[in-house]
C-alpha cells in the first residue's frame, strides 16, 4: 500500500496496513544525510533585512526550492503525511528577526548546536505557561 492509499484509508475509517506516519517538523541535517539528502540548508543564520524575509516567504520558487529536499526526506525515511508550504507562511516579520505565524506562535531561526541544522525556535506567543 502507498502513501496516499493508506492516508485515505485511515480518513474513510478503514484499516490500512499501518497507521499512516508524519512528522511536522522534522529539521535535522544529521538524520537527513543518513537518508542520502545532500544538505543543502544554511549552517550559519544570515542577518537578512526583514523585507527580503517577507519576499523570500512569499516567493513559491524559493519555497519550492527550499521544501525539494525536505519532501524527498520524508520519502526515503517513509513518512506518508508532509506538512504543506501553505501552512509555513509567516504571517508577519517582527524586529530581530522574530517571525509570527498563522497560530501565534513567535519564532526565530536558530542554528541546532550538534549539526548546524537551521531550525525555528519557539520564543513566545499567546500561552504563556501550561497552565494556559
Known sequence: MNAPERVLKAVNHE???RVPAFESAFTNNTIMAH???TVRSLTKIPKVPKFILKKGSENKKILKT???DLYEFYR???LDLVPSV???FPRKILKGGIILDEYGRLMRNEAYKKDGTVIYGY???FFKSFED
Open 35 to 37: 537518508y542520502g539528502i
Open 15 to 17: 484499516e490500512p496496513d
Open 76 to 78: 526515503r525515511a517513509g
Open 123 to 125: 520564543v513566545g506567543g
Open 66 to 68: 527550499g521544501m525539494k
Open 86 to 88: 501553505a501552512s509555513l
